[in-house]
T-cell receptor, first 119, second 115 residues
Framework: AQTVTQSQPEMSVQEAETVTLSCTYD???????LFWYKQPPSRQMILVIR????KQQNATENRFSVNFQKAAKSFSLKISDSQLGDAAMYFC????????????????WGAGTKLIIKP | ETGVTQTPRHLVMGMTNKKSLKCEQH?????MYWYKQSAKKPLELMFV???????ENNSVPSRFSPECPNSSHLFLHLHTLQPEDSALYLC??????????????FGPGTRLTVT
């Protein structure tokens, strides 16, 4: 069974600095998707960034980028120029890409990392 | 209304009460999900509906009963809950993920407290 581990329960960073959140996963599959979600104190979970395992290029969305190391099963999130609005819980998630499988519905989640932004 | 909405946002109920949580998505998606989020634990998938048909039921106690009357609405009927059922209940929707890397869109959640 697949698992997702976020080893940092809490991280803090000075405003405008860069922070990296770590995520490792365990799977025997070769094709899958990885996601980072953000949940601010208002509780609405939103997608930050997505990576397809077959793509070698790391995904980037504005100040957010990932370091995807497929062999090491690592999927870290880098936030550049941190802003107060980035304060939130960040969740890493995995989903199988085996086409047509009912397991496609299941996102495997990490326990989350609480990110604190210091002004 | 846009995105995924949930009502009520907060609910306090006794163990003998019956209540329902409602979720509505305005995104044209065809899959909907119920999750339970407890402190310091990964999100737990409870139920999945795709095209109004239940696809997954992850060993959830029968005191939780889902209903999906159409692709835009999802309910979670609650009865004789236990205090350990107190949690944040999140609803999400997506296009059918069996066809691609479709991400899930979440509602704001219902904070449930069982007394």
């Amino acid at each position: 069974a697949q698992t997702v581990t976020q080893s940092q329960p809490e991280m803090s960073v000075q405003e405008a600095e860069t922070v990296t959140l770590s995520c490792t996963y365990d799977t025997s599959e070769s094709d899958y998707y990885l996601f980072w979600y953000k949940q601010p104190p208002s509780r609405q979970m939103i997608l930050v960034i997505r990576q397809e395992a077959y793509k070698q290029q790391n995904a980037t969305e504005n100040r957010f980028s990932v370091n995807f190391q497929k062999a090491a099963k690592s999927f870290s999130l880098k936030i550049s120029d941190s802003q107060l609005g980035d304060a939130a819980m960040y969740f890493c998630a995995y989903r199988s890409a085996k086409w047509g499988m009912d397991s496609n519905y299941q996102l495997i989640w990490g326990a989350g990392t609480k990110l604190i932004i210091k002004p | 209304e846009t995105g995924v909405t949930q009502t009520p946002r907060h609910l306090v109920m006794g163990m003998t009460n019956k209540k329902s949580l409602k979720c509505e998505q305005h995104l044209g998606h065809n899959a909907m999900y119920w999750y339970k989020q407890s402190a310091k634990k990964p999100l737990e998938l409870m139920f999945v509906y795709s095209l109004e048909e239940r696809v997954e039921n992850n060993s959830v106690p029968s005191r939780f009963s889902p209903e999906c009357p159409n692709s835009s609405h999802l309910f979670l009927h609650l009865h004789t809950l236990q205090p350990e059922d107190s949690a944040l209940y999140l609803c999400a929707s997506s296009q059918d993920p069996r066809a691609g890397s479709y991400e899930q869109y979440f509602g704001p959640g219902t904070r449930l407290t069982v007394t």
